[in-house]
C-alpha cells in the first residue's frame, strides 16, 4: 500500500496541472454543441454543396441541360449528384478549448505527427490512468460501513474534512467514467496505442463505425443528454481532483 500511496503522488504531482487542463476542457468540450446552438440557434445548418459546381459541364455555375442521359459520361453524373459533405464548424473559442484540450495549444504542423504539447498530454493522460487506478486500491474500503462513508461528501465537519471527501468519494463516483475518458482519449495520443486499442475492438480502425463508437465513448454522446450530462460533471470533477490533491498534501506536509 506505502508504493501504492507514492506511486499515486508522484504521478500526481508533477502531471496534476496539465490532468486538470484537460479535463476542465473536456467538460466545456462535451457541452460544446448544447451551448452554441443556445446562442446560435442556426450555427450547425448546412447548405449543401454538389460538385456539379466545379464540374466541367457546368455553364457560368449551374449544370448544362443536356437531352438524355446519355449526353454525360456515368461517372459524371455520379459526380453531379454528389454531395460534399460540410467541414464541421468550431466557435472560435471552442476551437482555442480543443487545441487546448489535445496539445496545449501547440498542435503538430501535420495530423497525425507528433508535437511537444500533444506528448505531454499524451504522458499526462497516461499518468492519469495510474493514478485513479492507484487512488481506487488507497481508499478502497474495508467493509459496508466505511464504502458508505466513502461515497458521501459531508459539509458540516471542516474544510479539510469537505476536501478529503471532495478528493475521495468524488473520486469514486466519477471513476469509472473518468477511466473510460482516459483510455479512449489516448487513441489520439499515440498511434500504437491506437491500433492496439481498435484490435481489441476487432476493427483496424479504418471504418468509421468504430471510429465513432470510440468517440462516442470519449464524449458521452452514446447514451445522448444524460450521458453527456454526467460526462460533464465527471470531467469537472476530474478537473478538482489534482487541485484538491495538492492542497491536502500541503496540510499533510505541514504537519511532517
Known amino acids: ?34 451551448v452554441t446552438r443556445m446562442l446560435y440557434p442556426d450555427f450547425y445548418n448546412e447548405v449543401p454543396v454538389t460538385h456539379a459546381q466545379n464540374s466541367p459541364y457546368t455553364t457560368q455555375g449551374s449544370p448544362l441541360t443536356v437531352g438524355t442521359s446519355h449526353d454525360v459520361p456515368e461517372n459524371r453524373q455520379k459526380e453531379l ?17 480543443m487545441q487546448l484540450h489535445r496539445w496545449l495549444l501547440n498542435p503538430p504542423a501535420k495530423k497525425g505527427e507528433k508535437s511537444v504539447g500533444k506528448i505531454i498530454v499524451g504522458v499526462s493522460t497516461v499518468a492519469f490512468v495510474f493514478t485513479l487506478i492507484s487512488g481506487m486500491f488507497i481508499w478502497w474500503p474495508r467493509n459496508g460501513k466505511v464504502l458508505l462513508n466513502r461515497l458521501q461528501v459531508k459539509f458540516s465537519k471542516g474544510w479539510r474534512r469537505f476536501l478529503l471527501d471532495a478528493h475521495v468519494s468524488l473520486g469514486f463516483w466519477t471513476f469509472l467514467l473518468l477511466l473510460l475518458m482516459a483510455l479512449t482519449g489516448l487513441t489520439w495520443s499515440f498511434s500504437s496505442y491506437r491500433e492496439m486499442f481498435y484490435t481489441l ?19 458521452g454522446t452514446w447514451g445522448g443528454a444524460l450521458t453527456q450530462t454526467l460526462y460533464f460533471l465527471a470531467a469537472l470533477i476530474g478537473g478538482t481532483l489534482p487541485l484538491t490533491g495538492y492542497y491536502l498534501w500541503w496540510k499533510r506536509r505541514d504537519k511532517v
Open 81 to 97: 449528384h454528389k454531395v460534399e459533405k460540410p467541414k464541421k464548424k468550431r466557435l472560435p473559442f471552442f476551437r482555442k478549448v
Open 201 to 219: 475492438l476487432g476493427s483496424d480502425g479504418t471504418d468509421a463505425e468504430t471510429r465513432r463508437l470510440v468517440m462516442s465513448l470519449h464524449t
Open 1 to 34: 500500500m506505502k508504493i501504492l500511496r507514492k506511486i499515486h503522488l508522484w504521478l500526481a504531482m508533477p502531471f496534476g496541472i496539465v490532468i486538470s487542463i484537460i479535463c476542465l476542457t473536456g467538460a466545456l468540450l462535451v457541452i460544446e454543441k448544447p
